[in-house]
Nanobody, 128 residues
């Protein structure tokens, strides 16, 4: 059973940065594409970013609202996926979740895939 634990959330001023981490245990990360999602109060959960199984030659995708500000990366040796968030805005305030989906496809990812394993979430609050 794959387990995911997010960390790195907190309170930050507009324009600031945070780096979220998603530590994975229970299996090697090599077989999973990873996504980051978020849910703000009163809103539906939305996809933020995803990364394919492999880094080199692989693919990342981003929601339009975060393109150019957020960067997803993975370190399979450490079984950890990161979400670097820069130029944060108040509308980025949400609980952020990482999720994993097993796939035979190595070089792409999509946020609409049926992610099988989810973390418990970490709160990100952007406010002055």
């Amino acid at each position: 059973q794959l387990q995911l634990v997010e960390s790195g959330g907190g309170l930050v001023q507009p324009g600031g940065s945070l780096r979220l981490s998603c530590a994975v245990s229970g299996s090697t990360l090599d077989y999973y594409a990873i996504g980051w999602f978020r849910q703000a109060p009163g809103k539906e959960r939305e996809g933020v970013s995803c990364i394919s199984r492999i880094n080199s030659g692989g693919r990342t995708n981003y929601a339009d609202s975060v393109k150019g500000r957020f960067t997803i990366s993975r370190d399979n040796a450490k079984n950890t996926v990161y979400l670097q968030m820069n130029s944060l805005k108040p509308e980025d305030t949400a609980v952020y979740y990482c999720a994993a989906v097993s796939t035979t496809v190595q070089t792409t990812c999509a946020m609409h895939w049926k992610y099988e394993y989810w973390g418990q979430g970490t709160q990100v609050t952007v406010s002055s």
